[in-house]
């Protein structure tokens, strides 16, 4: 337990200090040691807030998802793939990223494994690098980077696994105009979320996973996962 604790505070600290990069959580499911998940995502950000009046954001992003239990209760989480970004300013018009690279990180600690019941602690980043645009003869770039802690519970029935949590997060755009770069956060008074999902048993090693994200933002993920 001291342990746990100890791989907890590491984390929030890591958090605290660092430009750390978010997305949305991996559930309560976690990889044993030395056991792998590999995973299939869609991650849909249908609408994320900026600060002030920079208007909103959203994304499409898809992503193959690897999870490596390196003990019992602390897995790694990876993840590579592609998004989209759809900027669009208070008053102004939509500016469009095709979907190009985009990756994030994170990692899950077990804090609680009773019977049917379990509580996991995570940190996710996802950081999205969508293709450049030009309008007119002006080169536009942008990139996304969505960060979060999440404390999650679930309950453990023969047919499916629910789960429900709370999260810290944030999703700034960065937005290069040519050369001359700014970073817009999101709404810091929208940075509460709440988090719903299930996963669903398909095979002994196979399970649907099911998320949606409310309160600060509206975002919803659909995944197939694989134990090996």
Known sequence: MLRKCFYLCFFVLTYLVSPCYAAPSYGTRMPEKNQFHLSGQTYWVQQRNLEDENGKIKSLQHFLLISYGITDWFSLDLKGGAGDTHQTPDGGNEISYPAYMAGGYGCRVKLYDQEKTKAVFGFQHISVHP????????????????????????????????????????????????????????????????????DVPVHEKVWLNFEGQFLDAQAAAASIHFRF
Request: aromatic fraction near 14%; charge should be negative.
């Open 131 to 198: 293709y450049s645009v030009f309008i007119g003869n002006v080169k536009h770039k942008a990139v996304i980077d969505d960060w979060q802690i999440s404390f999650l519970a679930s309950r453990v029935f023969e047919y499916a696994m629910p789960y429900l949590g709370m999260r810290w997060s944030r999703m700034d755009s960065i937005h290069w105009v040519e050369d001359d770069r700014n970073r817009v956060k999101s709404d810091l008074n929208e940075s509460i979320g709440f988090i719903a999902g299930i």
